[in-house]
Nanobody, 125 residues
């Protein structure tokens, strides 16, 4: 059974940094895109960042471009989201996801089949 477990969330001050990790288990994940999304209560899930199977291609939401960096370690079945220059508006529950298509890229929620339970990120002003 595929399982994604996020960690690394917490409280940070504006301008600070956090790094989220997502460990995948159940099988190897070296051929699918992986992504990060975030969601606030009562709002739709929002795309944050995605990375293709090799790590050679990444995509970011405009709101995080230049501040967040997504990376992956296929040997560890883990994807990371390095968040710098955090802003209060980055406060959300962050979810990692495993894409459906092999050797491709995925930037919409409907392109992902498996989701973690989320980790809370709170940025104080």
């Amino acid at each position: 059974q595929v399982q994604l477990v996020e960690s690394g969330g917490g409280l940070a001050q504006a301008g600070g940094s956090l790094t989220l990790s997502c460990a995948a288990s159940g099988r190897t994940f070296s051929t699918e895109a992986m992504g990060w999304f975030r969601q606030a209560p009562g709002k739709d899930r929002e795309f944050v960042a995605a990375i293709n199977w090799s790590g050679g291609t990444t995509s970011y939401a405009d709101s995080v471009e230049g501040r967040f960096t997504i990376s992956r370690d296929n040997a560890k079945n883990t994807v990371y989201l390095h968040m710098n220059s955090l802003k209060p508006e980055d406060t959300d529950v962050y979810y990692c996801a495993l894409g459906r298509v092999q050797f491709g890229m995925a930037v919409t929620a409907r392109e992902y089949d498996y989701w973690g339970r989320g980790t809370q990120v709170t940025v104080s002003s």
